[in-house]
């Protein structure tokens, strides 16, 4: 069952155009990330889905409905917001208990089903706290409370993890993936953070200027990125991108020695290659020639700056692996052969 | 099942009854604003007998009540008000910025004056206007402008202090502490670094410190009554049942409000963003 | 002197000065029998000015008639402020100008106003009255029951600008995502503007009736220019009262006690006032 469709929505703002004309089917109890830099237009979409934003063209569709023209509280979705927008003359409890009351519920009989949801959330000595003297993880639980609250068809994410530090970020983000399972209900989510994308997302949608660029499985989308853009935006430490020519079976950057490539392109091309497909090794005569520039440990790996002829590269070492490898070393380097991307001119894979 | 889809050109939004109220709410106020402006516009052009018809709205306009008015001395009680309002807002200014810079930056007297200054302007006139008459006989300053002058300063300072303090708390201290790490002094950095940052806002204030002046009535009745007769008090002059009369105070009652409505027009803006971004926090 | 004493000092002089030093010398005044017609026979009398004006009818009389005009009219300011503020919340194309054009009222000489009104509502000449009688209503706008809420109306159209000003300034710095995630969560407008609007905007209310309560008190141009207190003494407000004591009547030393007593309720509300701007200014 198709849970939210989007079909051919455009949003401009007087002649301004934020959004581009997008088609979007997102699957009934999935976690769809939509992912990509700012101004790409991915909050406006998450905006226009829960009815915060006017759609200038298309349609939306929750279920079978049509909800294009739908206020937001007609829509039963839910949204947690980046900075909470909990009511701030409201106890905790209060705040929860808000979307039902606005639909008239009383307070008495919905005691029981606040209490459940600050159980789940694990803030039930917070019910009686007024929001500023919260913690920013309390906050976000308590945001997180109000919209699972009435079990709406939607769940809608506006990074809601970026105003915490990055250790809490991490927690949080176990606990958001482990409620939607729980729940199974269907949940888009906006980041511009790569790595929160990979690994929430059932579905990954990266976007750009308006545009959606590709949508998959996030090991689709970082094994076979679409275009230059996808595969350097998915990926930390970024991907290497060579510019190159390939001619006869031989990829060549730099006017140097060229890399072997099965391939029946020829002529211009970028090459793309993952720091942890780049291997380097000290001595002998494998691959080409590099110098070490920089070399930054993050405890289990390394990750290598080097520079080969003139052109900047980043490796990632294993921290095992690193003897003979110092800044200002010499070191051989090849590359994996299975894994290297290749994208034409106007940047688009081959 | 599917939906069939129309490509729409425009997007219908739904009725909302609120919106359209709060448009014809705005009209009615406009209105309900223009309207006795527009009939004291209207009556000081009729005669004495158009007058007494108070719907008359097409007639030959009559200059006569605005040369009545004119020669009866109300300018000079207007000049009166001007110089009045202009050394009050001057001195208020210049003694007043000083004052909030140190009490913004450095917290002088604390809570006792912010709350002095908070008091001094709301203190009624009726408690300090007597002292200021008994002292005007004893310096024979009675029926003066100086009088008045002081009088106004009572409650002009304490608002453009208080509106300066605002500004002066928003105006980030990073800037004159570069300054002065720079090599100016702390007063020449007031001077050159801080002054310029919060002059729209002093602006603002001193025109409605000006205002302030401008307007009252209550010091000014009881402390120049008589030749120094600034214009409300003349205004007031003009309070008769007889309809002859009528024309003319129209006509006074439009000089006074004049040059106010062009003030107001070039502050409001300032002021909203003064009151919400710094002057009077909330 | 250190530099924070000598910017402070030319501006504590003049508070002295033009505040302080009456100020004290009005209590003085207060204690005296102090009247401008007599001015060499005065000495001191204790407190029997204040013993005087308590057991003074008419000054009891004159709390009433502020107390009733104050409360209606700042309630009128309010409720009417608030919706105009509201309005032109929403209004996206001609807000400035609107707003211009609204909070003229404001800056007119109240004298100037009140003569303005005198007229306009006057039984002969005034339009008002004229196009009501049109419509079959005579309603005499100052006589006897009525004058005094026909100085409330007036003061609110004088004053429901100044409301406007302040609360539109409120509105415009509460948080918008609150408001978002009202209408995610299912709430009407009205709901939203009962639970999320009011009481967001509480303090600026707080603060907004106190301000224009206390201007409101000082209420005197109005009544000058048209009732004198009257009919008999239904406008006779406080301020006019100590003026008629003091200025008409010559009793200054009667009249400073007046003035002290209303200074006492003053002061009072000073204190409720700058406790709420002081706890939302550390906060």
């Known amino acids: 069952m198709t849970a939210v ?6 949003k401009k703002y007087g002649d301004v155009g934020a959004v581009h004309g997008i088609d979007l089917e997102l699957q009934d109890g999935k976690f769809t990330v939509l992912v990509g830099p700012s101004g790409c237009g991915k909050t406006t979409t998450l905006r226009m889905i829960a009815g915060l934003e006017t759609v200038t063209d298309g349609h939306i569709f929750i279920g079978d409905l049509d909800v294009t023209d739908l206020e937001p509280k007609d829509r039963d979705v839910s949204m947690v917001f980046q900075n909470y927008a909990l009511y701030p003359h409201l106890t905790v409890a209060e705040n929860i208990a808000f979307p039902l009351m606005a639909r008239g519920a009383k307070r008495a009989d919905i005691q029981g089903r606040i209490d459940e949801v600050a159980a789940a959330l694990e803030i039930t000595p917070l019910l009686g706290r007024k929001p500023k003297e919260l913690s920013g993880g309390q906050q976000q639980r308590v945001a997180i409370g109000r919209a699972i609250i009435r079990q709406p068809k939607v769940f809608l994410f506006d990074e809601p993890l970026s105003n915490l530090d990055a250790k809490l970020r991490v927690e949080m983000r176990t ?3 482990r409620l939607q399972r729980q729940l199974g209900t269907t949940a888009v989510y906006v980041t511009h953070d790569q790595e929160e994308a990979m690994t929430l997302s059932d579905v990954m949608v990266v976007m750009r200027d308006g545009v959606i660029c590709q949508q998959g499985r996030p090991v689709d989308v970082y094994e076979q990125p679409v275009d230059t853009f996808v595969a350097s935006f998915v990926g930390s430490p970024r991907m290497n991108l060579i510019k190159g020519v390939i001619d006869h079976g031989a990829f060549t950057f730099a006017g140097g020695v060229g890399i072997e490539i099965t391939t029946s392109h020829f002529g211009e091309t970028t090459l793309g290659v993952r720091p942890e497909d780049v291997i380097l090794s000290v001595g002998g005569d494998e691959g080409f020639a590099g110098v070490v520039e920089i070399i930054e440990l993050l405890g289990p790996r390394a990750i290598v700056t080097l520079k080969a002829r003139g052109t900047s590269l980043t490796a990632v070492v294993e921290a095992s692996g690193l003897s003979g490898i110092t800044e200002g070393a010499g070191v051989r380097v090849r590359f994996r052969e299975s894994k290297l991307h290749l994208f034409g001119v106007d940047g688009r894979r081959l | 099942m599917t939906t069939l889809v129309v490509p729409r050109a425009r997007r219908t939004k739904s009725f909302n009854p609120w919106g359209h109220a709060g448009s014809l709410l705005l009209v009615v106020a406009g209105l309900v604003v223009l309207l006795p402006f527009l009939w004291v516009l209207l009556g000081s052009f009729k005669t004495g007998s158009q007058l007494n018809d108070p719907t008359l709205i097409v007639f030959r306009p009559n200059l006569a009540n605005w040369r009545d008015v004119i020669s009866s001395g109300i300018l000079q009680a207007a000049g009166r008000s001007a110089l009045v309002g202009v050394i009050t807002v001057s001195i208020s200014i210049v003694v007043g910025s000083m004052g909030a810079y140190s009490i ?3 917290k002088t007297g604390g809570s006792a004056t912010r709350f002095g200054i908070l008091a001094a302007q709301v203190l009624p006139p009726a408690v300090l206007v007597f002292p200021f008459l008994d002292m005007a006989f004893r310096l024979r300053l009675n029926d003066t402008l100086a009088a008045v002058v002081i009088a106004h300063l009572s409650f002009v300072m304490p608002v453009v202090t208080w ?18 790490v720079d090599g100016l002094s702390r007063f020449a950095a007031f001077r050159k670094v801080v002054l310029p940052q919060v002059a729209p806002g002093m602006g603002a204030s001193a025109i409605f410190g000006f205002v302030l002046s401008w307007n009252d009535l209550f010091y000014a009745l009881i402390l120049a009554p008589g030749n120094a007769a600034t214009l409300p008090v003349r205004i007031a002059g003009f309070n008769t049942f007889r309809g002859v009369e009528l024309g003319s105070m129209c006509a006074a009652i439009l000089v006074s409000i004049v040059p106010v409505l062009i003030a107001s027009f070039f502050i409001q803006r300032r002021l909203v963003r003064g009151i919400s971004g710094g002057a009077v926090k909330f | 002197m250190s530099f924070r004493a000598r910017m402070m000092a030319p501006l504590l002089a003049l508070f002295v000065g033009a505040v302080g030093y009456p100020l004290l010398y ?6 005296t029998s102090y009247r401008i017609t007599h001015r060499w026979d005065t000495h001191l009398v204790g407190l029997s000015q204040y013993n005087d004006v308590l057991h003074n009818s008419d000054y009891w009389s004159a709390l009433k008639v502020t107390g009733t005009f104050v409360f209606l009219a700042v309630t009128l300011e309010l409720c009417i402020g608030l919706m105009i503020a509201l309005a032109l919340q929403r209004q996206k194309r001609v807000r400035d100008f609107t707003r211009s054009f609204l909070l003229t009222p404001m800056f007119v000489t109240p004298i100037a106003v009140g003569l303005m009104f005198r007229f306009l509502l006057n039984q002969q000449l005034g339009a008002l009255p004229a196009v009501l009688g049109h419509l079959g209503i005579t309603y005499d706008f100052f006589g006897s029951g009525n004058a ?21 300034a409120g509105l415009e710095g509460l948080p918008k995502q609150p408001f978002e995630a009202a209408r995610v969560d299912g709430a009407s407008a009205f709901y939203t503007f009962r639970r999320v609007t009011v009481p967001m905007l509480a303090p600026v209310l ?20 048209i009732t004198r207190g009257g009919p008999g003494i239904e406008t006779q407000t406080i301020q006019y009262f100590t003026y008629q004591t003091g200025i008409q009547f010559f009793r200054l030393g009667n009249a400073s006690a007046m003035s002290y007593l209303l200074l006492a309720i003053v002061l009072t509300i000073v204190v409720f006032l700058f406790r709420r701007i002081e706890r939302s200014r550390r906060s």
């Open chain 3, 148 to 168: 005094l809420y026909s100085i409330i109306l007036i003061d609110t159209w004088q004053w429901t600008p100044f409301m406007v000003l302040l609360l539109l």
């Open chain 2, 163 to 180: 509106f300066l303090i605002g500004f002066f708390d928003a105006a980030p201290k990073e800037i004159e502490e570069q300054a002065m």
């Open chain 1, 175 to 177: 606990e958001l993936l």
């Open chain 3, 206 to 225: 707080v603060v907004a009736i106190l301000i224009r309560s206390l201007d409101a008190m000082k209420v005197f141009e109005y009544v000058y220019a």
């Open chain 1, 5 to 10: 469709r989007l079909k051919k929505v455009v």
């Open chain 3, 26 to 31: 009005a209590f003085y005044l207060s204690l």
């Open chain 2, 104 to 106: 913004s930056r450095y």
